[in-house]
């Protein structure tokens, strides 16, 4: 278990919700707050559990639908200790893979009709009865069809209800209590998308999936998911070398893609399943530009797998498309003397942070 500790002074009397992720190998947690309308970072930590690579059945989330609560408490509450905060209240990311997402074309109708059809409709996507879902709405474009008729495109999510007990369940356990749930890739599409009308196919990479998000103006227009990320590249060298799992995703960090000699050998072992995460994020942009007719322009990078040295490039080159890096902090002040700190927390926060910039800006 790892830890990245940073403490900041805290100014204010009040404290502003907590942004918390729970990723299945790590949590993160953020502080921000707003002083003459900028946002800036009060306090943040990070709190990696590496018994996921020794054991992959210990993973703090995983995708069967399965949260495993007591730990997740555990690890909460220590993550919280360590950076001083006692009680208070979050707004937390539900994993992509526990909601369901969709893009509904409908015709344009009035705010109350939207929300009857919403909720109608919802009971046909999700596999769930209605009394068992939460369901929510926003409307992400709008055109007019051959025959002259205008039409909206709708954004709906739903996330079961006992998902977010569960979630309820953690954070009282760790003193903390739950406001509101947001899927991540609401928040991501937030904070790495606003003020930036590009539209932009944000690849999450993670532990143990892989979060793509179509977004523009801060807004979410099209969301998927699979279970291919990060920690494949991390099996691939300790398979390849017959090293620990350990020191696997050490010499992953450190040395990344590229180089010659030894190190070209690592990235050919991480190269292969690369691909295969990169052949399916290609599959799933092909899929979107044909089926909602927009034109993807580029492409961030953000979790821990952005952190993959040489990752951009390759990417790149891969999809033939600009590739960046999660920037959230373009649009979060750092506190003076935080800034080089930023360049590596930053792309594994953008969950994060986007949860708890919802507090700030309208989107
Ligand atoms: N510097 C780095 N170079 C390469 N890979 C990295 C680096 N830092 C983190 N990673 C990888 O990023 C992954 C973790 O990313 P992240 O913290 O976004 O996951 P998570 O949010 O806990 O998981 P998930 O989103 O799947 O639930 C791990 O596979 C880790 O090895
Ligand atoms: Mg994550």
Redesign the pocket.
Known sequence: MSFIPNFLKSFLPTSPYLGI????????IVELDEKNGKIFLKNYG?L?SFGH?ARLNN???TSGLKIVEKEAAQLLKTLLERMNIRGGQAIASI?SFFGFISVLEVPKMNPNELAEAMRYQAKFLVPLPAADISVDWSVVGEYEDEKGFKKQQVLLTSIPNDQIKKYQTIFKMSGLSLKMVEI?AVSLARILTMDDSQNSLIV????????LAVAQNGRLKYSNQMDL??????QAIANGLDLNTKRA?EL???R?LGGIGGEYQLSTLMFTYLDVILNEVERIKNTYEKTYYGKIEKVIL????????G?EKYTADYLKLPVFKADPFSRISLPEGLSPIGK?IA??L??ALGLAAKQFISI
């Open positions: 992720d729970i990723g299945t190998t790590s949590i993160k990070i990696e690579l993973a703090i989330q994993p991540e999450d990479i993670g532990g143990r999936s892989t979060v990320a990060a920690n494949l590249l991390t995703e992953k960090r450190q990344g953000s979790g821990g797998g952005a952190n993959l040295i990752i590596d792309a594994p953008s969950v």
